[in-house]
């Protein structure tokens, strides 16, 4: 919204200066986004008169002027300009001006010899107009020595302020000056429209031509006829205006419409009375019907569009743009003007549907002053009367201005409790009056009933954002801090929402990138991974192949690094956490974690390297992200289970099943089936994991009671190497775990190192090599406490396996 401070000063009589209404307007929440201030940027510029002005000595196009600045003696100045001449008067800029359109700053100069000290100045140099075929040429009573922007009515600051769509009646220059009048900045003046004296009725009709329950589409409209009005250019003053803010004069008719709805926020439109046939009729547009409107453009409508027709067909789009047929012009003698009030919804609808922006539209589709309908259109008649002469008739008027039946009972208290600002209830009740609300009452509570012109006051909280934007917020005084209790917070974070987090970093950690795919697949995904039922099918997918829910995290991840490889990036590492579905029920949701690596994105380093050759990805990479997963959520390994074999989506030989028992199971691990691979077109090597989040086992509620080891042994650990024969049936981690069990305070440590088939082991026997670390902790063992415990060792693996030690 832009407007001249000499404009709102029409509206506003105050003694403020330009800073201080800035400064006001942002502090009462009308933020100024800019001040264009000509009169400091042309400041330097005085009309001069050449007193004569010769041909230049060495050049053919250049003169040498004598110019007299009313300062002093004349001044010599160079001048290029074809219209320089003897006699004229022109503007003048001394040295060290700052030339805009030029982007220099004068100095003196000389020029083909000649000394130059000035410049005689261009409309384009100043950018005040596009001419640049010469300097200006000013009527011979131009007063020499006087500033030009005073000269010139450029001394008229434009100011822009930035406004929230919630603030209709600040589409105005009246309704700005009402804020600052209540701001305290002056005193509101103009506020109220004499009638006009009408004479005859209008031999116009309108009616409004709306089914039951489109009433609100326009609930009230008006028109005048303005008969032997003589339209021609509207005065300097009202095209200085509307130029200042940025919109072209046309004639007298239309720059009177436009004025008013800056001036008011009231939108007219005038029609050519001889240009309408009959009678005025206002309806919803019928499908397909088409107007041209006045940008020159054709529209074709349909019926959601509310439309002013007469007997020739469309004659405006109501609320955005008139037409072309029945506009005014040079030789419009009768006219009629049109004030109405259109549905909000309806015009913002209509204008984004045609792709219309217009200073009406722009007003209508925030909400106007109902209450101004018919004094907005006395006030656009009189301003006719004035600028166009004619003579009025009565006003024809269809429908009825709603009325306004809000009532907010209001407390004085909710001033300071909501807002912290303790004000008195009776400066509180002189801004709400300044403001134009009507207080009914006395007491602590009181009924307020807010202006036509502010449809977005609707409770107290409204109001109370009243008081303190015109009271100013600076005047809240800060407060200090609750005093915090010297207490351990308690958490906030469910148990879920602390596994999910800490999952996202240890997965991370682990060279694995984090991927978010959809939370819907394809129906045969799903089948593949345990879903596909009827119940998590989607009524209204937004893609064939985004049609279920997903019952696991794999396929998207899986989809994923395919996509990576197709683009070059074969070795690559993806993990999500996120919500899987296994029914429609909420305890059919889980929150899980699962990654994939394919290729050689194997956790130690990815590609080829040059002191070796690359190796793929295996069962046992995934194995190690889920227990590096699990250990980092603290997941206590001692009764987690590690069963061959996994769903049906894992190769069946190269994948295992992670569970707390039978009926626990937490996720599984492996490579993925060769079908799967196949059926979504995918190429490997491919190996994953996926853990249940919500499945794993609460930590115990109490501490436990081993206390941590505070320091370092004082003494070397002691490895020996065993080597078992068992049954090719017999799992290494058994193996492990039984001699875990043989002598728990000395035994820190058992790994497998080697696993043998072949020569020498019977055919259904295999070879399994464990490295067993003894750690000592009160003093060195001998030999005989360190064969006694080998022996414990082959004991125990030979009682829990049946294994027996190679010779």
């Known amino acids: ?25 942002t502090r009462i929440g009308l933020e100024v986004e800019g001040v264009e201030d000509k009169a400091k940027t042309l400041a330097p510029y005085r009309i001069a008169h050449v007193v004569s002005a010769e041909q230049h000595p060495n050049a053919d196009r250049l003169r040498v002027c004598v110019v007299d600045t009313g300062e002093g003696a004349p001044i010599q100045v160079v001048c290029g300009a ?41 409309a384009a140099e100043l950018e005040i107009s596009d001419d640049h075929d010469g300097i200006i040429d000013l009527p011979a009573d131009a007063p020499v020595g006087q500033a030009y922007a005073a000269y010139a009515g450029l001394d008229d600051p434009v100011i822009e302020i930035n406004l929230t769509p919630n603030r209709p009646d600040c589409t105005s220059v009246h309704g700005i000056a009402r804020d ?163 549905d909000p919804l309806n015009i913002a609808q209509s204008g984004r549907k045609l792709g219309i922006i217009t200073d009406a539209r722009y007003r209508f589709e925030r909400g106007i002053d109902p209450a101004f309908t018919l004094p907005g259109l006395d006030f656009a008649s009189t301003m006719v009367m004035d600028l166009c002469g004619g003579e009025v008739s009565e006003a024809v008027v269809a429908g009825k201005v709603p009325e306004d039946d809000r009532v907010i009972a209001f407390p004085w208290s909710e001033v300071p409790r909501l807002s912290g600002l303790e004000i008195e209830p009776s400066e509180s009740r002189g801004i709400l009056e300044r403001l134009g609300f009507r207080i009914e009452g006395t007491g602590e509570k009181v009924n307020v009933r807010p202006p036509s012109w502010r449809p977005d006051i609707e409770g107290k909280a409204d109001l109370v954002e009243e008081v303190i934007r015109i009271a100013g917020i600076d005047r809240i005084l800060p407060k200090p801090l609750p005093r915090l209790e ?168 190269r994948s295992g099943t992670l569970q707390f028992g039978p009926r626990n199971v937490v996720g599984a691990f492996g490579e993925i089936h060769p079908k799967v691979l196949k059926a979504l077109d995918l190429k490997g090597p491919l190996v994953a994991f996926e853990v249940n989040l919500d499945a794993l086992p609460p930590p115990k509620a109490k501490p436990t009671k081993m206390k941590p080891k505070l320091t370092l042994p004082d003494f070397q650990p002691i490895s020996r190497d065993f080597a078992f024969v068992v049954g090719r049936d017999v799992a290494a981690g058994d193996i492990v775990k039984a001699a875990q069990g043989a002598e728990r305070q000395l035994i820190v440590g058992v790994d497998v190192f080697d696993i043998y088939e072949g020569t020498g082991i019977d055919p259904d026997k295999k070879s399994v090599a464990i490295a067993v670390t003894l750690q000592p902790t009160e003093k060195t063992l001998t030999d005989t406490e360190i064969e006694a415990v080998s022996a414990k060792i082959v004991g125990e693996v030979a009682k829990k396996t049946g294994a027996v030690l190679r010779g």
Request: net charge positive; aromatic share 6%.
């Open 1 to 25: 919204m832009k407007f001249t401070l000499s404009w709102l000063k029409d509206h506003l009589d105050t003694p403020a200066s330009l800073d201080e209404i800035v400064e006001t307007l």
């Open 82 to 122: 074809p219209n320089a001449r003897a006699g004229m008067k022109s503007v003048f800029a001394p040295p060290g001006t700052y030339i805009p359109g030029k982007n220099i700053t004068l100095g003196v100069g000389t020029i083909r010899g000649v000394e130059s000290r000035g410049m005689l100045c261009s």
């Open 180 to 342: 600052l009048a209540a701001a305290g900045l002056g005193t509101l003046k103009g506020d109220a429209v004499p009638p006009v004296a009408a004479k005859g009725a209008s031999p116009v009709s309108v009616k409004l031509d709306f089914a039951s329950g489109d009433e609100k589409l326009c609930p009230v409209f008006a028109l005048r006829l303005v008969r032997g009005v003589k339209n021609g250019p509207s005065p300097e003053w009202m095209q200085r205006r509307l130029l200042s803010i940025g919109l072209r004069p046309i004639n007298a008719l239309v720059d009177i419409t436009n004025y008013v709805t800056f001036d008011r926020g009231r939108p007219l439109h005038v029609f050519d009375a001889k240009k309408v046939k009959g009678n005025l009729t206002i309806r919803r547009a019928k499908d397909g019907e088409e107007v041209l409107a006045l940008d020159g453009r054709t529209y074709k409508l349909d019926h959601g569009t509310v439309v002013i027709a007469d007997e020739n067909g469309v004659e405006s789009i109501a609320g955005i743009m008139g037409g072309e047929h029945s506009g005014v012009d040079e030789n419009t003698t009768d006219v009629l003007i049109e004030s109405a009030l259109w």
């Open 486 to 653: 010297a207490t351990v917070a308690k958490p906030i974070l469910t148990l879920i929402q602390k596994r999910t987090r800490l999952a996202r970093r240890s997965l991370g950690v682990r060279g694995l990138v984090e991927a978010v795919t959809w939370s819907f697949i394809a129906k045969r995904e799903a089948e593949l991974f345990g879903g596909g039922g009827e119940r998590l099918a989607l009524a209204n997918p937004i893609a064939s192949d985004l049609s279920d829910m997903r019952p696991s995290l794999l396929p998207g991840l899986l989809k994923a690094a395919q996509r990576n490889a197709d683009r070059g990036f074969g070795d690559v590492a993806l993990f999500e956490v996120g919500q899987t579905f296994a029914s429609d029920e909420p305890e059919g949701q889980a929150i899980k974690a699962a990654a994939v690596r394919r290729g050689t994105a194997r956790a130690e380093g990815v590609g080829r390297h040059w002191n070796g050759g690359a190796q793929s990805v295996d069962v046992f990479d995934a194995k190690a992200d889920a227990l590096s997963l699990l250990a980092s959520l603290g997941i206590q390994a001692g009764g987690l289970q590690v069963v061959p074999g996994g769903p049906s989506w894992l190769h069946p030989g």
